[in-house]
């Protein structure tokens, strides 16, 4: 068994097409230990969904591979044959749940037909006698109120469950089969905060359940990250800015993106006393189809030094809390 | 203090009273659906009230009727005093405008941005020439906020979701609207411009003396924007007051649930501890 759930070895992912070719990931290293939920955080236009994709192994048609490696519990994913990689990994060792999948489900079939469905391909063998019926149904059934829904949901159609309900149902179908890391890209953007809040309990039942050992959940939002993960990546164009627990990374952020990042969120505390403004960052994500050289955050960046612009920093590991940043700010307040 | 004071005096734009709306379906079997019920409150000149609840509380139902867009089953809404039903429905969207949810879709993606604003003047009673509009526009951006060259003779693609919103506000601006009804402005934009937006509603407030309805269902922006805010539950306004008393003290059990579900950036939930 390796080591780790997970290998991302400098791997770079470019959209190629008529409109250029876009640095979309550039360079993205990461390693995620078992039983770790590591959250990825970032502006949108930063990479976080491209990085999912890629390290998926299911890369949209634009997107190309150009180089570095992905390991899933000791399988490069990229050099394995597809068939092996559907077999092997897709179907056993990892899930992928994408942007919006709640719309995924078919809206003129019941779930547990939609569930049959999913078994045949799983297994290869349709689904056809009642006893298998209500063996699946039973299994599913169980499986779902890890998540806080209850058997009656199965006879439904989809426009019949509210949006919350049909998120956590389509992450309870891509866990029916226990896989041990669990790829998970903004599934709260469009609820509400009591969805979300169940959501997020839902995510980490399904952990303590022992159904999934690790995830790598992307969110731009900070806060929801927070109550779930343990280690946190911070993107900024393509390029990790800060890694670390995420505790140190909130309370105590290194890199001038990070505290930014927390200077627009957080306004209260948690007795409703105001503690300060909100502030934006000033100007906007740059074009990836001609990244900024240097850092890619220098034009934006309110400590910016002649170095910044011209050479790329690099990672530097602080003293406490597992963190790094790769800011010139770092680099040389270590070599003094 | 001094504040709340000054917009008691410059009195009310728009007043709310036991409003409903039932929506109803099917022809012999009729199903009732309350959308809203028996919801009543003001608007005071330079006012920022906050609309808070879950999804499918009714919050939109409200603010789709305050612009005419659906029909109340009953009850009054009055703006300056007169019935909104008794204005001409272009010298009302003169006084009344909104921003939505998604800026995306609220431009036409195949003209520049510079359409949009233009066609904001056909709502307004002066006929201007093509260089008083653009100086209009180039003021409006300006006290917005956003540079003008940095906008102007760009298509919507090119701009942030926080550009794009704010560039709606600005349209209503020009139209010169005095009650804005924004309807979770905030929610499909990135959080590091998201500030950008409220900051630009509370100067807008302050300086020019705009209302704004503010809906949401982030208990935290309407903390950080509003003065006064009103829960809604199903269909009914549970709990209103000023927001630093129904935050600190809430009373009804299901703003207490709400608060609750609010993450907080500082602090963990006890369960996910």
Known sequence: ?336 | MEDKQKTVDTGIVLECEDLTKLYTSGLIRTKTVVGARNVTFDIKRGEIISLAGESGSGKSTVGKMILRLIKPTSGDIALNGRSIFSYDIREYYRQVQAVFQDPYSAFNPFYKVDHLLDRAFGLREDNLDRDERSKIIQSTLESIGLNPCEVLGRYPHELSGGQMQRLLIGRSLLIGSRLLIADEPTSMIDASTRASVLNLLLSLKKDKGLSVLFITHDIGQAQYISERVLVMKQGEVVEQGPVDEVFTRPKHPYTKELLAAVPSLYQKWDECA
């Open chain 1, 1 to 336: 068994m390796a080591k780790h759930i997970l290998e991302v070895e400098d791997l770079r992912g470019y959209y190629r097409g008529t409109f250029g070719v876009v640095h979309a990931v550039d360079g993205v290293s990461l390693t995620l230990d078992r039983g770790v939920i590591m959250g990825i955080a970032g502006e949108s236009g930063g990479g976080k969904s491209t990085l999912a994709q890629l390290v998926s192994g299911s890369p949209p048609p634009l997107l190309h591979l150009e180089g570095g490696r992905v390991i899933v519990d000791g399988i490069d994913i990229y050099s394995v044959d597809p068939e092996e990689l559907r077999t092997e990994v897709k179907c056993k060792r990892m899930s992928y749940v994408p942007q919006a999948s709640m719309e995924s489900l078919n809206p003129v079939k019941r779930i547990r037909d939609f569930i049959f469905d999913v078994v045949a391909q799983r297994t290869g063998k349709r689904v056809s006698s009642s006893e298998q019926k209500s063996e699946v149904l039973d299994m599913a059934a169980n499986h779902i109120k890890t998540l806080g829904l209850e058997r009656a949901v199965l006879d439904r159609y989809p426009h019949e469950l509210s949006g919350g309900m049909k998120q956590r149902l389509v992450i309870a179908i891509s866990t029916l089969w226990n896989p041990k890391l669990l790829i998970i890209d903004e599934p709260t953007s469009a609820l509400d905060v009591t969805s979300q809040k169940r959501m997020i309990e839902a995510l980490l039942n399904l952990k303590r359940a022992g159904i999934i050992e690790s995830m790598l959940y992307i969110s731009h939002d900070l806060t929801s990250l927070r109550q779930l993960c343990g280690q946190c990546i911070i993107m900024y164009a393509g390029k990790i800015v800060e890694t670390g627990d995420m505790d140190a990374t909130i309370d105590d952020p290194l890199h001038p993106y990070s505290r930014l990042l927390t200077a627009a969120i957080a306004s209260y505390d948690s007795k409703g006393k105001r503690q300060r403004d909100l502030k934006s960052i000033p100007g906007s994500p740059p074009d990836l189809r001609d990244p900024p050289t240097g850092c890619r955050f220098h034009p934006r960046c309110p400590y910016v030094m002649d170095i910044c612009k011209t050479k790329e920093p690099p990672m530097v590991m602080a003293a406490k809390g597992n963190c790094g940043a790769s800011c010139w700010l770092m680099a040389s307040e270590s070599g003094k």
